[in-house]
């Protein structure tokens, strides 16, 4: 028997709608709430201090020579904690030597990309060379023209992709979105469909940071908007929202418990190979149907014909068949046990 608390993912929130995150004016301010957000959600972890007023007289401290009972309380850090307002270069250059790091977070070209949309693709190499050089290793190669060095950006491939989800960080993120809004702009469809679905494993890899920062929901919905839903999937549309994709990366975080040799102080390095093992499939196919992608039929030109009918539910069985087992801690195997024989005889009653 199938729980439906285990599907019901499909309940939009009230107070998140997808037209707040389009790329448009009147969104423009969206994405750098985001990115105080997240940079103030950092700094916090790092320095232990749990409140704005006191992260406030941390870094900032007033001069108690001009403190008298007339001086007003400062908000500043209570704004940025909200996403009000945008810290500027001095004073993120200041926390950055407290806080090493912080200044990148704030300043991500992630931010920048995400904005810009195809914008970007003129100087497309300009953006990729402002990423870490484990990611620059996965996209060029080095030459030489006899006299000085070259760096030739690869010719896109599917390993590519899957080494940049491989190394679990906002900067392989970023150029995976580089990689899509190329793809998208020559309407190379299975190459979009595909650094797609990469884009939301590595979304799921690094979920647990964005949920303790407070941001998970917003910055996924980002990407649904600006991503997902802009990526031709044929005769079907992508079906995931907020609250599963928080779900799952919770499921795949736990599922890291389970993993033989790797403990809660194993390295970042080590942990994203494990979560790209488990959503690749290689420990099992409960895990890789399961957490990965969901796309439901595309009712626009009308009804599905029996094919694309029958295409879909196949697919959409494999992914319950998946989700359950990790729901319920069990063990199966595809085509070949009792969830599936009872998924089978669901649909054939239909």
């Not at 998208?184 to 920062?213: P, S, V």
């Amino acid at each position: 028997m199938i729980n439906q608390q285990f599907i019901d993912f499909l309940v939009e929130d009230e107070k998140i709608q997808p037209q707040q995150f389009l790329n448009t004016l009147d969104n423009r301010k969206l994405v750098n709430s985001l990115r105080t957000r997240y940079w103030y959600a950092g700094v916090k972890q790092k320095t232990g201090l749990p409140t704005s007023y006191q992260l406030e007289q941390h870094f900032e401290p007033l001069d108690k020579t001009k403190f008298d009972e007339r001086t007003q309380p400062r908000n500043k850090w209570r704004n940025y904690e909200a996403g009000k307002n945008k810290p500027n270069s001095s004073l993120a250059s200041k926390v950055n030597i407290k806080v090493p790091g912080s200044f990148r977070e704030l300043n991500h070209p992630v931010w920048e990309v995400i904005q810009l949309d195809e914008r970007v693709l003129p100087d497309i190499d300009t953006w990729m060379e402002k990423l870490e050089p484990r990611v620059q290793a996965v996209v060029y190669k080095q030459s030489h023209d006899g006299i000085n060095p070259l760096k030739l950006r690869l010719s896109y491939t599917s390993v590519i992709s899957r080494s940049l989800v491989k190394l679990g960080n906002m900067d392989a993120l970023t150029a995976l979105l580089l990689y899509w809004l190329e793809s998208k702009h020559f309407n190379q469809i299975d190459q979009t469909c595909f650094q797609a679905r990469c884009i939301y494993k590595l979304l799921l890899m690094m979920g647990m940071d964005f949920i303790e920062r407070k941001i998970a929901e917003e910055f996924f919905m980002l990407f649904m908007v600006r991503v997902f839903n802009r990526t031709d999937w044929g005769d079907r549309l992508f079906a995931i929202s907020p609250a599963h994709y928080i779900h799952g990366t919770k499921l795949l975080y736990c599922l890291l418990y389970e993993v033989e040799d790797l403990k809660p102080s194993s390295s970042w390095t080590s942990r994203c190979k494990a979560m790209y093992l488990l959503l690749e499939g290689r420990k099992g196919y409960d895990v890789k149907f399961g957490l990965g992608v969901v796309l439901e039929v595309n009712w626009w030109f009308g009804p599905p014909t029996k094919q694309q009918w029958i295409a879909w539910d196949y697919e959409y069985k494999k992914w319950l068949w998946g989700w359950t087992h990790l729901h319920q801690g069990s063990v199966g195997y595809v085509h070949d046990d009792k969830l599936w024989e009872s998924l089978n005889n669901s649909a054939d009653s239909h």
